[in-house]
């Protein structure tokens, strides 16, 4: 299957690769099928990739790239709802809000990505984590809890 990518224009993917957001990602509830692709020459950013739209794509990366300690608990309904059996099977990322210059940038951990990557099924949920914001320096650590 072709897909057309703003970053990467046309390209072939496997559609068994396909990941279904059954409800959309906030804001972008019309859009339920992404692909996940690699950003050429960079192991740490990957692009979100609408198959439907090609304008919709976000760049995403694994938060505890930047973030070792980022943790919490997802709600039974979720594992649930993404027919999560082994928590093992779970992908975690985060949407990167690119700026200029780069290392200004902010990703989202208030928001991950949950990805079933067995059952190609995922959702970005919303944490009530206080401590998490949504606009989070990619160029410092986080704060632990009681540090100034």
């Not at 992404?34 to 995403?60: G, R, T, W």
Request: glycine share 4%; aromatic share 10%; charged share 25%.
């Amino acid at each position: 299957m072709k897909v057309r990518s703003t970053y990467l224009g046309e390209i072939a993917i496997d559609e068994s690769k396909i990941i279904h957001f059954p409800s959309g990602i906030p804001g972008f509830s019309e859009s339920k099928q992404f692909v996940l692709l690699e950003l050429p020459d960079n192991q740490i950013f990957h692009i979100l990739q609408s198959v439907d739209d090609e304008k919709l794509a976000f760049i995403i990366t694994d938060p505890y790239h930047f973030y070792q300690n980022y943790s919490f608990e997802l709600e039974p309904s979720i594992l649930e709802y993404l027919k999560i059996k082994d928590r093992n099977d779970i992908a975690v990322y985060t949407i990167v809000t690119v700026q200029k210059p780069f290392t200004a940038s902010t990703i989202n951990l208030k928001a991950p990505i949950i990805i079933h990557m067995k059952g190609n099924l995922a959702k970005q949920i919303v944490l009530q984590n206080e401590a998490y914001s949504s606009r989070v320096p990619i160029s410092q650590p986080l704060r632990e809890k009681g540090e100034k």
